[in-house]
């Protein structure tokens, strides 16, 4: 679980249920580069796989089109881990299941245990909106259910607990630099988590709406996850639709797009058209945990 100040803790008990899954992750391990390092060109069948968009679609399906400017474009363009295909965590050292992953996006996960799964999905979704310069719709709720503003952060407003009660107070200069906004993420990946974070999302009722950005979300018992739609296609002659999911996961490590497990010939895409559970490489999800940010 993620480490709280000591003060902390007795306000925000409720974490323990809102993390990740507990996931025995032999992370003290070091794979060797020979085992793990694949090639983006060999292993994927793509020519050169330098964003999201880039991951090809099967035969009969085109990408649905999507608004300049929106959350939905922002996640299709984003790049791609070039280096290598290796999962590292926060601390440096590798994933110890590398099996998971298609490709890696090229985003950092920070130097703390804290970036897990539904922190992984709310930086996207920040990153995206601090990007498009809007601030004010930049906030998540604490698992207290108070909410975090980034504008009230970027103003020089910190948190503080007083009789188990959150307050912010003005002590610091105002500052809307990136490496502030990368703090404010570092308290939002603290005090939220999937409990937070799914009460804040609206339900998808039917999955054939699936949309761009969608989160498959389960707040568990004691655990949970979250994975994210990046992108999603539709079949030109049924109108089936597939995507494709990325995450983070416990410890803290790089978002990755997720293979299928279950259809090693449409990996890393995932059809809408599956009976019973959705099976990913860590993680299986139901179809009514679909859900949906509000714009």
Same mark, same amino acid.
């Given at each position: 679980m993620k480490k709280l100040n000591i003060s902390l803790i007795k306000y925000f008990i409720v974490i323990l249920i809102a993390g990740c899954n507990n996931y025995s992750d032999t992370s003290s391990q070091n794979i060797s580069v020979n085992q793990? !390092?694949?090639? =983006? +060109? %060999?292993? #994927?069948?793509?020519?050169?796989?330098?964003?999201?968009?880039?991951?090809?679609?099967?035969? /009969? *399906?085109?990408?649905?089109?999507?608004?300049?400017?929106?959350? /939905?474009? @922002?996640?299709?363009? =984003?790049?791609?881990?070039?280096?290598?295909?290796?999962v590292y965590l926060y601390n440096g050292k590798q994933k110890a299941n590398q099996e998971a992953q298609y490709v890696i996006l090229k985003i950092d996960v920070g130097n703390r245990d804290l970036q897990q799964c539904a922190d992984a999905v709310m930086r996207l979704r920040a990153e995206y909106l601090y990007q498009q310069k809007k601030y004010d719709k930049i906030h998540f709720n604490f698992t207290s259910g108070d909410t975090a503003k980034y504008?009230? @952060? /970027? +103003? !020089? *407003?910190?948190?503080?607990?007083?009789?188990n009660k959150v307050f912010w107070n003005l002590s610091a200069k105002p500052d809307s630099s990136y490496k502030t906004f990368r703090k404010y993420l570092n308290l939002i990946f603290t005090y939220c988590g999937t409990y937070s974070l799914n009460k804040e999302l609206i339900k998808v009722n039917n999955i054939n709406d699936i949309k761009i950005g969608d989160v498959f979300i389960q707040t568990g018992n004691p655990y949970g996850h979250a994975i994210i739609v990046m992108d999603v296609a539709v079949?030109?002659? %049924? #109108?089936?639709?597939?995507?494709? =999911? /990325? +995450?983070? @996961?416990?410890?803290?490590?790089?978002?990755?797009? &997720?293979? #299928?497990?279950?259809?090693?010939? =449409?990996?890393?895409? @995932?059809?809408?058209?599956?009976? !019973?559970? &959705?099976e990913t490489p860590e993680w299986t999800f139901k179809k009514q945990n679909l859900k949906r940010f509000v714009d």
């Open positions: 793990t !390092g694949i090639s =983006l +060109q %060999t292993e #994927n069948n793509d020519t050169l796989l330098k964003f999201v968009k880039s991951i090809s679609v099967p035969d /009969a *399906y085109e990408r649905i089109p999507v608004i300049a400017n929106s959350f /939905a474009e @922002y996640l299709r363009n =984003l790049s791609l881990k070039q280096k290598d295909n290796i504008l009230k @952060y /970027a +103003q !020089g *407003y910190r948190v503080s607990i007083s009789n079949n030109k002659n %049924t #109108n089936e639709k597939i995507y494709i =999911l /990325a +995450q983070s @996961y416990m410890p803290a490590q790089e978002i990755h797009i &997720l293979k #299928n497990p279950v259809n090693n010939n =449409l990996s890393p895409w @995932y059809s809408v058209k599956f009976e !019973g559970d &959705l």
